[in-house]
DNA sequence: ACCTGAACACCGTTCAAGT
DNA sequence: ACCTGAACACCGTTCAAGT
């Protein structure tokens, strides 16, 4: 009797995923969960896609992005921000980054690394170095979070070098290689 | 009435890939496409996934790889040569790259990588390196090839940096910060 | 060894109609 | 504005039984 609003929709959307995972966030359980038939939700959202798309934007928007330091040093904060953003949601990783790489949202890292490289004068290269970041960040967090489940399941004893502090350790190490990169690219640039 | 063989299988299967799309994989699909029941196909893999990562690791055995060159050349070839096979078959890049993460199949790449790197004196980097390598080259094919099936369904304007003879630029770009990164931090790291 | 037949337990999406 | 009811056109997987 208590109709829902489309934030509300969003919003038990993250509950069910977080609790039963992407596989089980079907338009058929989150109408169930929200005491509605599944057909209801067409009424707030286009598709199963656009729901999701709004999803991980709502994600991306409860990150504590950081606004200050030299470039180099806000690149890999932001970077950081972003897997840990990822990793507090199950199925966070594979979610956002199928989002992104369909083009329907969770464009806010590509925007925030973009201007970051931008201000910092990496002039002309700054899409590319973005988009080179991100491919990493998503790519790590994915398979951390995969091997992370994996493990959970009982199915693969502990893989160090995919779980626990050298994940991290290893993604430091991989993000380190990527800024280095583009300061090299960057600097062996032709001036403008 | 001609029974049909794992091999058989998996052939059939990258047909109805590269004509089709992955959506259109299904069990039900290909199972009328080789004359028979879906049940059929259970006989010869225990999962859609185990089919999957078999057609995975086809379509990687197809690949001209390299074997000469010092490892900064060597590495670069065989990073264009991945992307130039994920992008012969229609989804191919998807495929391969889900394949590889959830720990199926698809590891050759990652022990071409690895070898390449190690032999070339990198030590003990090389499997956060070739790790990173692979999650640029995954996710910049993801990218491209979902721009360009974006395009050709005409729904979207040709986004010039995601197709055509830029988007092999902006590999290369993307591929050379990972390379001079590499080189970089195994140049910081401390003599073994 | 390879396949059939039949079932189980699901999907996303559409659409006329209700309040 | 938000939802119901009912349908459409599908999924992957299991399993006893056949040849």
Not at 83 to 112: N, Q
Not at 117 to 126: F, K, R, S, T
């Amino acid at each position: 009797m208590n109709r829902n609003t489309r934030p509300d929709v969003v919003t038990k959307a993250i509950e069910v995923l977080d609790e039963l995972g992407l596989p089980d966030l079907t338009m058929r359980r989150l109408g169930a969960e929200l005491g509605v038939r599944p057909s209801a939700l067409y009424h707030h959202f286009p598709s199963k896609q656009a729901l999701l798309a709004a999803v991980a934007d709502e994600l991306l928007d409860r990150a504590p992005w950081p606004a200050v330091g030299d470039w180099t040093t806000r690149t890999a904060a932001t970077c950081h921000v972003l897997r840990d953003t990822l990793l507090a949601y199950r199925d966070g990783a594979e979610l956002v980054a199928t989002v992104h790489s369909f083009g329907l949202g969770a464009r806010r890292p590509y925007e925030l690394l973009v201007s970051t490289l931008a201000e910092g004068g990496v002039g002309p290269l700054a899409p590319t170095a973005a988009r080179t970041l991100l491919h990493f960040v998503y790519g790590h967090a994915v398979d951390e979070q995969t091997h992370l489940q994996a493990a959970a399941a009982g199915a693969i004893g502990d893989d160090p070098l995919e779980t626990g502090p050298r994940a991290s350790e290893d993604f430091g190490v991989g993000l380190g290689i990527v800024i280095a990169g583009i300061q090299v690219m960057h600097a062996a640039q032709p001036a403008r």
